[in-house]
């Protein structure tokens, strides 16, 4: 569907929500946990997880891991604590070694927005603050509701046909005017 007039771009707009995995075995040897989960978790070392439901407590937390296997990692804890541990023991990906995230895109939301041209003043000011500007789309305001720059977006420019696809990062939500009809969306290029 292609929408008439200035909201014809389209954004696939997506959230990072990784699903809990479950773990079918957690030991420890001296000061290493070992996990194993019930499938592939698709982690690599140096990911930050987020340990959660075993007892005793010390296993839980968020952990830096070391992938031995498809299905496996290890991390650091306390050389005290009772092996194996107990409980529905849950992994669930909270980011890489940069804090950036790769695993659990899903889509929020789908919507119409216009794009609006970025100055290069503006672009340079908000690199030099804060990050990457290269895109601004408007949106109608109740469209907004749930957006937050902790999520990205899609897009594929109508114009020229054939255009590859964009990944942006949203690195500000600003009212345009009052807030009541319009938002800006703010977006910088996934490199």
Known sequence: MVKQGPLREILLLQENVPDALVVTSLTRVTTTATALTATPHGYTTNDFVQMALAVPSGYNGKVKITVTGASSFTYPV???LATPATGPITVTYVSDAQGGRKIGWTTFRTMHAELIPV???ESLQVQALQGQLDYRFRIHSVDSGGITTQMRA???PQWPAGASVHTLEIGGILPDGDG??????ECGEVI
């Open 78 to 80: 306390l050389g005290s």
């Open 119 to 121: 100055k290069a003043w």
């Open 154 to 156: 899609l897009w594929t």
């Open 180 to 185: 009541r009809s319009f938002t800006f969306l």
